[in-house]
Structure formats: structure tokens, C-alpha cells
């Protein structure tokens, strides 16, 4: 993630957040079929996606790539542990942030704390 930080300087930063949950055969199934079909899909983000209201269940097949937030929204509904009642195309990185806390778990999940990776300096 590049971030703004002190003196316009930007940072890449690598964080990490753990999902506790349930992970039955059949779900584990399930995301490994979605891990094989958006496979080497390329990182993409467009006003269209982020303009798009209808609730019109997502085909993977049919989506040419994934936003970072929106391919982790996508699992976490695989998963059964967001509801499936908004477009992934409309979760943000700020959903999964602590300090903001707009995701809505259900079936007993939840994010563990966040953990910093690394933070190199951006390249020249």
C-alpha cells in the first residue's frame, strides 16, 4: 500500500491482519476453485468498478482483475464471514483498518490485530 507520509513522502507498506474463523472442507473447497480461477488476474481499478451500484451477484469468471480490497472482500464472503448483501467492488482498504472497523462479521469471526510487516522506501 503506498501511503502519504511525513513531508509528502511516500512509503510502502506491507501490513498483516489474520481472519479467525471457521474453515470447513466444503468452504475450503470452495475458495480453492475461486483461488483457481482469478489466479494471475491482473491488479485493476477503474471508475466504472467504483461507480457500480447493482447488487448483482460477482462472477469470477467473467472479471477481468481485482482491486486488493475487493479480492479480499470476495473470499471473506466465500468464507461466510461478511454478508453477501454488498458488492465487493465497493469495500475499500480503509474496511479492514482498525481504527475504522466498517466490516461487518458474521458467523463468529473477526480480525485479529494488525501487524506491520515492513516499510520500505519507495524506489526512484
Given at each position: 500500500?503506498?501511503?502519504?507520509?511525513?513531508?509528502?513522502?511516500?512509503?510502502?507498506?506491507?501490513?498483516?491482519?489474520?481472519l479467525?474463523?471457521?474453515?470447513?472442507?466444503?468452504?475450503?473447497?470452495?475458495?480453492?476453485?475461486?483461488?483457481?480461477?482469478?489466479?494471475?488476474k491482473p491488479h485493476t481499478l477503474n471508475l466504472?468498478?467504483?461507480?457500480?451500484f447493482t447488487n448483482v451477484p460477482e462472477d469470477p469468471n467473467k472479471k477481468k482483475g481485482y482491486f486488493c480490497s475487493e479480492l479480499i472482500a470476495s473470499i471473506y464472503k466465500i468464507m461466510k464471514v461478511i454478508p453477501d448483501n454488498k458488492l465487493s467492488s465497493r469495500f475499500y482498504p480503509r474496511d479492514f483498518e482498525a481504527k475504522y472497523?466498517?466490516?461487518?462479521?458474521?458467523n463468529e469471526a473477526y480480525l485479529l490485530s494488525l501487524i506491520h510487516i515492513s516499510e520500505p522506501t519507495r524506489p526512484e
Amino acid at each position: 500500500l503506498w501511503s502519504r507520509g511525513l513531508g509528502d513522502v511516500y512509503k510502502r507498506q506491507i501490513l498483516y491482519r489474520a481472519l479467525h474463523c471457521e474453515r470447513p472442507a466444503y468452504l475450503m473447497e470452495e475458495l480453492g476453485k475461486f483461488f483457481s480461477i482469478v489466479h494471475g488476474k491482473p491488479h485493476t481499478l477503474n471508475l466504472c468498478k467504483l461507480c457500480k451500484f447493482t447488487n448483482v451477484p460477482e462472477d469470477p469468471n467473467k472479471k477481468k482483475g481485482y482491486f486488493c480490497s475487493e479480492l479480499i472482500a470476495s473470499i471473506y464472503k466465500i468464507m461466510k464471514v461478511i454478508p453477501d448483501n454488498k458488492l465487493s467492488s465497493r469495500f475499500y482498504p480503509r474496511d479492514f483498518e482498525a481504527k475504522y472497523e466498517s466490516l461487518e462479521f458474521i458467523n463468529e469471526a473477526y480480525l485479529l490485530s494488525l501487524i506491520h510487516i515492513s516499510e520500505p522506501t519507495r524506489p526512484e
